[in-house]
């Protein structure tokens, strides 16, 4: 059986990955809030939770795959008092559309997808365990946990104490106990969506959810939870704070897996700041299967600087993968140990592309097996997934060329030269030669 080995954030190390039961693997990803359509960013975790998902189900002979929806949350009121749409409309539209959204990455649906609105029983049944074993208290309709009770609050995150205290300053209520205290249930007047409960008609807090959820479909003790590096704080500290106090013996979660994030022009991509693409944008300009692989080209655990000339390269290295598999076909095979290697080196998909670029090497000379392999990575990793004359039909698509002269002069505007030398670079490495003129930046085949 193939070793796999994760990094562990819990641990802060690399780490042999063993599940608690080999038959059967259990996994929750933290999914995403139902408001609005999901940018590219918000693709990232959904891809590399997918290809973890798939990599799992090589090795073990079951795997439960757990990603949620967060169906409701302030953020879901604030659009529906903004634009009037009833609140179950947005939900179950932007539910939708992130289904079709992320199926056109190629991501597989989940083995359970929870909503967190069907689990307001488990919800409340776990609060009332945190209440009855003094890790939380009821105050003016809400309910809040005591994050004093909990000593080892902040280890996991690695937040000192003073940080956490300025966290909590502006969060500031009469009715917390510590500033530091966070929500688990909160009154909801009559025109936001509420639940009744021991504490009156409320709503609970983001944070229980996915306790709640994990704890419903995957017990107590699972094998990997995962998520952005965004979550870490305060949401994965508080999931973990809440399931272990109310599960006192258990684990929670053995191994956190983290995705970095994916920027564009050095800032992370964010609704908040405005800066995003959302995927039906970029599923408009460049093939599903370049805009995934552009996903994963990047290690998960590292920054992604997203770019039409990053989405063109995967392109280009497709086209050379489809061409290698033009020139000598041959059905699927096993996966190399080349590639399998490579990702089971903490998802080292980088590595696993070099290896799928020495096979479509050795398929271009007319290895037959190096080709089989090269179409079984291929679809290990969700790509390949087109024939080569399906994938041809087409006709050439220059926009990645365009896209590349756009970029490099936005790096010369930039005074960032060596950045532009390196786009022409590339782009004559591919076999294109530009040429400034007093009119622009035109190019010709070299
Ligand atoms: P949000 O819409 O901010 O709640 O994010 C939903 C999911 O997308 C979470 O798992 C985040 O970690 C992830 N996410 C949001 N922005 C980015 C980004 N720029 N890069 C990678 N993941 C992101
Ligand atoms: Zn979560």
């Known amino acids: 059986m193939a070793v796999l080995t994760l990094h562990n954030t819990l641990t802060r190390r690399r780490e042999i990955f063993v599940p608690l039961d080999p038959q059967h693997v259990r996994v929750y990803v933290c999914g995403p809030t139902v408001y609005d359509l999901a940018h590219i960013g918000n693709a990232r975790p959904a891809v590399v939770f997918d290809l973890l998902a798939r990599l799992l189900r090589r090795i073990y002979p079951r795997v439960t795959y757990v990603r949620n929806i967060t169906d409701v ?16 409309s947005i939900t179950a539209r932007t539910t939708a559309d992130y289904h079709a959204d992320i199926a056109a990455l190629g991501v597989l649906p989940p083995d359970v997808e929870p909503r967190a609105t069907s689990h307001i029983t488990d919800i409340i049944a776990i609060t009332e365990r945190l209440i009855a074993s003094g890790h ?6 809400h309910v809040l946990f005591s994050v004093p009770s909990y000593p080892a609050y902040g280890r996991f995150s690695g937040r000192s104490p003073d940080e956490l205290l300025a966290g909590a300053r502006v969060d500031v209520a009469p009715y917390k106990r510590d500033p530091a205290d966070f929500v688990l249930w909160k009154p909801s007047p009559p025109d ?15 944070h229980i959810e996915c306790s709640a959820m994990s704890w419903k479909h995957l017990g107590e003790s699972f094998d990997i939870h995962g998520g952005g590096t965004d979550l870490i704080f305060p949401h994965h500290e508080n ?10 013996g ?21 609704k908040s700041l405005g800066n995003f693409f959302t995927i039906r944008d970029v599923l408009a300009k460049a093939p599903a299967e370049a805009i995934r692989m552009a996903l994963l080209r990047a290690h998960y655990r590292s920054i992604l600087d997203y770019s039409p000339a990053a989405v063109a390269a995967c392109r280009a290295d497709l086209d050379r993968f489809y061409r290698a598999l033009e020139r000598t076909p041959a059905p699927a095979d096993a996966v190399p140990a080349s590639v399998m290697d490579a990702l089971c080196d903490d998802l080292n998909t980088p590595a696993a592309f070099a290896a799928m670029h020495a096979l479509a090497d050795r398929a271009m000379g007319g290895d037959a097996a ?4 090269l179409l079984a990575a291929g679809r290990l990793l ?17 926009g990645w060329i365009d896209a590349a002269i756009a970029e490099r002069l936005a790096a010369r505007k930039a005074r960032d030269f060596a950045r532009a030398d390196a786009i022409r670079a590339d782009l004559l490495a591919r076999g294109v030669l530009l040429e400034d003129g ?5 190019w010709r085949r070299a």
């Open 382 to 398: 969700g790509l390949l997934g087109s024939t080569p004359a399906a994938w041809f039909r087409g006709g050439e698509d220059t």
């Open 370 to 373: 190096a080709s089989g392999g």
């Open 136 to 141: 939380a208290y009821a105050a003016e309709g």
């Open 73 to 88: 949350d302030d953020k879901i009121n604030a659009r529906a008092a903004a634009s009037g749409e009833p609140i179950a």
């Open 192 to 206: 936001l969506p509420g639940w009744d409960s021991p504490w009156g008609r409320g709503r609970p807090g983001w």
């Open 438 to 442: 007093p009119g622009g930046t035109t």
């Open 239 to 248: 999931e973990r704070a809440q399931s272990l106090c109310a599960f006192p």
């Open 250 to 270: 258990s684990r929670f979660a053995r191994f956190w897996v983290h995705n970095e994030m994916l920027n564009v022009g050095g800032a992370k991509m964010s």
